[in-house]
């Protein structure tokens, strides 16, 4: 099964509820937690695991995620450490692994997609890379069978969501508000965000940035996401907790169970 | 000037290495240069900005002492001299006159040694916009008179605690303030560096310097310098000055990076001399400092405005088709220069630029005519250069 069949799989799973698509830094705190954190995720109702690879400077991150990847490369987090996590991991479930460019660029893009394709990876978002960008990085993942997940903005014109939506494969990452990623009170117009790139693609519409409560994963999902996406809630909860992968799933059931 | 298009690639390098949120808004600014460069009334307040607010044209200056301590001549062109006392200034007004046509009233701006800063803040308080300066907190601690020249401007500086706390973290701080705020806010980015249009536009506000440059010295040598040395950090000074005598094949264009505490060392800010993979920081991709796993590393120079592990794309391209040469110079080295400066000329240069001095006046040429840029001036280093002297 390639990784688009793999993460199609995972949504029909789900069976017209969305899907529950947690975030994690890999890595972080280290190796051993970062592990039961994710095992966490999956015994707490995820559907799709995305696994961040830390990176020194990642401009579309807040604070949260940031701070966890600048520790996750103290603790000597590397992209086999977080490979090594997406090995055990992806038994369990479909990962997608979300890397900044550079990373890809020093490993060598035909190399690194072949390693994450060997760790068992489904997809891969760079969140720096756009469409004019992206063409060698989303030949070799077809190559290798892993699923290139394009990235739409509030901001994109009606255009490049034509162009990104027909581009992306396994799902279309549906950036929620124009920012970095973090957690935002306001539940932002999740319906005309949703509606507008539907317009544009046939993929499942997958939505994040923002999303850090199970009621506005619960209003993501009545708008129409087909899968959402949590991120810096449930890394906070990593770097604050004193039993993280504990507290994470219990985070984890309680964002399942608003999806119910 | 009449291209449909601003250069996106400098041979390998540059491109838009951004999150999607913000392709939109490039493609905005690169359609708003487009238009402004070639617009009459816009180049003509542009010109008249430059020349009754900010002193241009600045003196093309036969410095007589330091040549004879060089054994040859050499002429300073005095960006020093120029309003707000560097040549950042020349880009931040043809900016903040390009956010004023593109509607946006909210300004965004980085700073390393503060010379951007305060000179975004200076155009910010001039065309009644509001300013944004991102700042790395060790480089608000070293050039605390601009951090006060900025805030007397009107513009809030915000400390950036991030990594190492100086001009990294504050490009990528400054970076997400604009993914978030892209609707209402334009980013002057301070240096030829940073996703397509940034390096062609800021390249193309900065030519100002070498274009006067060439025809100052014709008018004073009748011939053309056999070397154009400036320094570079990210290389908006540099581009500036070399982009005019890139035609002319018999001049040498040489750029001089921070040398910090010695290549070998591994703290330094030279990015392009030292070689290595190219990789991708801010956006695009040109030479950089950085580990096996592709993490940027920390740079290092007593310079704030060196102190940067990337550099310009359009220098990596000048590098590698050997159209100009980059070297390095120490901290050590640039002191020594810092001080020959006043003491020769009664200039106190800034510590930029007093890299590419300590290049011209030390290593040995064949060289008889040198044009340096002299970036800016030295009032911002003081109580840190004498901290260093030990007085």
Redesign the interface.
């Known amino acids: 099964m390639s990784g688009a069949e793999r993460i199609a799989a995972a949504f029909s799973g789900c069976k017209g509820r969305a899907a529950l698509m947690p975030y994690m830094m890999g890595g972080f705190p280290d190796l051993e937690t970062s592990l039961a954190i994710g095992n966490g995720y999956a015994d707490g109702g995820a559907d799709l695991l995305e696994l961040g690879v830390p990176f020194s400077d990642p401009l579309a991150d807040g604070p949260v995620i940031q701070s966890a990847g600048s520790a996750a490369l103290a603790s000597g987090a590397t992209l086999d450490v977080v490979l090594s996590v997406a090995l055990e991991l992806s038994q369990r479930l479909p990962v997608v692994l979300m890397c900044y460019s550079n990373a890809i660029l020093a490993r060598g893009t035909e190399r690194f997609v072949g390693e994450i394709a060997s760790a068992g990876v489904s997809g891969l978002i760079v969140p720096d890379l756009p469409l004019e960008e992206a063409p060698a990085t989303a030949e070799s993942c077809a190559a290798a069978g892993i699923a290139f997940i394009g990235v739409a903005a509030p901001t994109s014109t009606d255009q490049r969501l034509a162009a990104i939506g027909e581009a992306t494969q396994g799902f279309l990452y549906t950036v929620a508000v124009a920012g970095t990623t973090g957690e935002r009170g306001e539940e932002s117009n999740y319906s005309e965000v949703i509606a507008r790139v539907r317009k544009h693609t046939s993929a499942q519409v997958a939505l994040g940035f923002g999303i850090s409560t199970p009621q506005q994963a619960s209003a993501a999902a009545d708008a129409g996401a087909d899968g959402v996406i949590i991120g810096s809630r449930l890394v906070r909860e990593a770097s604050e907790s004193s039993s993280p992968a504990e507290d994470c799933q219990l985070l984890v059931e309680q964002f399942a169970q608003a999806l119910r | 000037m009449s291209e449909t298009k601003l250069e996106h690639r400098f041979g390998p390098y540059g491109?838009?290495?951004?999150?999607?949120?913000?392709?939109?808004?490039l493609a905005e600014l690169e359609a708003a240069w487009l238009s402004a460069r070639v617009d009459d009334a816009f180049q003509a307040e542009l010109g008249r900005l430059l020349r009754d607010y900010a002193g241009r044209p600045t003196p093309l200056y036969l410095a007589e002492r330091l040549s004879a301590a060089a054994g040859r001549t050499i002429y300073l062109k005095r960006e020093d001299l120029i309003h707000t006392g560097a040549h950042k200034i020349n880009n931040a007004l043809g900016q903040a006159l390009l956010a004023v046509r593109m509607g946006k009233r909210r300004i965004i701006a980085e700073t390393g040694a503060g010379q951007h800063g305060v000179a975004s803040a200076t155009a910010c308080a001039l065309l009644e916009l509001e300013c944004v300066v991102y700042m790395g907190a060790e480089d608000i601690r070293r050039q605390a008179p601009n951090v006060q020249r900025m805030e007397l401007l009107g513009a809030t500086v915000v400390a950036v605690e991030?990594?190492a706390r100086t001009l990294?973290e504050a490009v990528?701080e400054a970076?997400?303030d604009w993914?978030?705020?892209?609707?209402d806010s334009h980013y002057i980015i301070g240096s030829a560096v940073g996703p397509a249009p940034y390096p062609a536009i800021v390249r193309d506000l900065q030519r100002c310097i070498g274009d006067e440059a060439r025809a100052q010295i014709l008018e004073r040598e009748g011939r053309l310098p056999q070397r154009v040395i400036a320094c570079v950090g990210g290389g908006s000074n540099a581009i500036g000055a070399f982009t005019a005598f890139v035609g002319d094949d018999e001049v040498e264009l040489i750029g001089v990076e921070a040398a910090g505490e010695g290549i070998e060392s591994g703290r330094h800010g030279a990015p392009l001399t030292a070689g290595g993979?190219?990789?991708?920081?801010?956006?695009s991709?040109s030479a950089l400092l950085?580990d096996?796993?592709?993490?940027?590393a920390e740079a290092h120079s007593i310079s704030a405005g060196l102190d940067y592990p990337g550099s310009g794309p359009e220098h990596a391209w000048l590098r590698d088709s050997g159209r100009a040469t980059y070297v390095a110079v120490t901290d050590d080295q640039a002191l020594v220069a810092f001080e020959q400066t006043a003491q020769l000329e009664g200039i106190i240069p800034a510590l930029e630029p007093a890299h590419a001095i300590h290049y011209a006046l030390h290593v040995p040429s064949d060289s008889d005519l040198d044009l340096i840029c002299l970036s800016g001036r030295g009032d911002k280093d003081l109580a840190e250069v004498l901290k260093l002297l030990g007085r």
């Open positions: 491109g838009q290495y951004v999150p999607e949120t913000l392709m939109p808004a991030a990594g990294k990528s970076i997400r993914v978030t705020n892209v609707a993979r190219p990789g991708v920081l801010h956006g991709l950085q096996d796993e592709g993490q940027i």
